[in-house]
Structure formats: C-alpha cells, structure tokens
C-alpha cells in the first residue's frame, strides 16, 4: 500500500465538497448578477473570483492525489508547482483587494482573502518539496493547505451572501425605481 493510498477518503471527501461548492458559488453568483453593484467587477476579482479558484486547487488536489501514481515524485512536483503558482496568485489578490474601490476590507476580510490562502499556498509548496524527504509528514501538510483553501474558501463564499443580502440589497425605494 503506498503513502497516498492511504489518503484516499480525505482527498474523495475534500474534493466532492470543492466540486459542490463551485456549483454553489455559480448558483450565488446567477442570483446576485440580476442587481449587480456598482464597480462589482473589480470587486469581483479581488473577492469573488479568488474563491472559485481556492476551491477548484483542492478539487484539482484530490484528483491529482487519487491519480494511480507509481511514485510520489511526480505528484509532489505538480503540488509544488500548484503551490508556487498559488503564492503568486495570493500576492495579486491581495493587491485586487486594496486596489478595488467597491469596498473597503477589514480585519476579517484580509485574513481570510489574503493572509490565510497566502500561508496555504506557502505551505503546499513548502509540504511539497519536503516530500523528497519526508513523504509521510509532507502529506500532512498537504492535505492542511487544501482544508485552509477548502474552509477559508467556505468562509469566503458564505461572507460574499451575507454582504450581498444583508448589505448591498436594494432598498424598496431602490427596487420601483428600475
């Protein structure tokens, strides 16, 4: 039994949710697009978009992971690529956040839009490249940066909703202008 079999629950259950939760984040994103705000797409990009993306690397890790590899050499690889990849991607979204003027972030929204998909990203590259070494522990810390990606990105998701129901819904008054 090799290293990554043994993941094989993990990866079909954090993968399934990733793949539903895209599906929901469309559904959301159908339902706000009838009264979109104003300036949403440079919100969109900082806030919208990076979620979609963090939960499409852990569907894309847990098929990766579930590939019928001989070694681990090459999956390791492609997790540190994704990781380095992700790094740079956290980076650009951090600077979408300041640079949009939609709204303005707070506390929460940089730690759970920048701070925590940049430390995951980090820490699957990182994970990654020890797994020439350590192979058991590496996996560990795999599988910890795609449940930040999968939690922070559900975190992100629900804030998006609530933001755009509780907040930024039109006023009655705004609603029989249209």
């Known amino acids: 039994m090799s290293l990554l079999d043994r993941w094989d629950s993990f990866y ?9 939760l895209i599906g929901l984040q469309f559904v959301v994103m159908t339902l706000v697009a009838q009264r979109p705000p104003v300036r949403a797409a440079e919100a ?5 978009t990076p979620t979609i993306v963090h939960f499409s690397v852990v569907l ?13 050499t ?11 990849a992700g790094t740079v991607y956290a980076v650009i979204t951090a600077w979408r956040m300041r640079a949009q003027t939609a709204y303005e972030p707070d506390g929460e929204d940089w730690l759970f839009h920048a701070m925590l998909p ?15 070494f350590h192979p058991r ?17 559900i975190h992100n998701a629900w804030d998006a909703v609530a933001y755009h129901v509780l907040v930024s819904r039109p006023t009655h008054e705004e609603d029989k202008d249209r």
């Open 44 to 48: 969109g990009a900082a806030f919208g």
């Open 74 to 84: 090459l999956p390791a690889l492609l997790c540190a690529l994704v990781g380095v």
């Open 60 to 72: 894309a890790l847990a098929a990766l992971l579930r590939a019928p590899w001989d070694t681990l």
């Open 118 to 132: 940049l430390a995951a990203y980090a820490m699957l590259a990182i994970s990654a490249f020890a797994a020439v």
């Open 12 to 20: 079909v259950i954090a993968g399934s949710a990733a793949g539903a």
């Open 137 to 153: 522990e590496a996996l560990f810390g795999i599988g910890a940066a795609a449940l930040v990606l999968l939690f922070g990105g």
